[in-house]
């Protein structure tokens, strides 16, 4: 029913900053949405959350570095990571609730030393 689409992950130094997309293919307007990661090996974990009205919430190892945002008038949702570190590296996801809970496929960033 509705699909997401992530990009804007890439290969940056540590040190660096990456802007993360989503794209849903349905109207976002009151849709808790948030942004998830995944390495191999390990279980996917929470990143950001934000609310339909727009109140976030961040992991501690997000806090004061990654901004999650969205604009609900195209569709998008964003996560704009700063000063990276090379354990930030995984395929991230996002999500949203749309009466069940819906996946993007992931983007990949990964972050050298």
């Known amino acids: 029913q509705v699909q997401l689409v992530e990009s804007g992950g890439g290969l940056v130094q540590a040190g660096g900053s990456l802007r993360l997309s989503c794209r849903a293919s349905e109207s976002i307007v009151h849709i808790p949405m948030g942004w998830y990661r995944e390495v191999p090996g390990k279980q996917r974990e929470q990143v950001a959350t934000i609310r339909g009205r727009g109140e976030t919430t961040y992991v501690d190892f997000a806090k004061g570095r990654f901004t999650i945002s969205r604009d609900d008038a195209n569709n998008m949702m964003y996560l704009e990571m700063n000063n990276l570190i090379p354990d930030d590296t995984a395929v991230y996801s996002c999500?949203?609730?749309?009466?069940?809970?819906?996946w993007g496929q992931g983007t990949q960033v990964t972050v050298s030393s």
């Open positions: 999500s949203g609730y749309w009466g069940q809970t819906y």
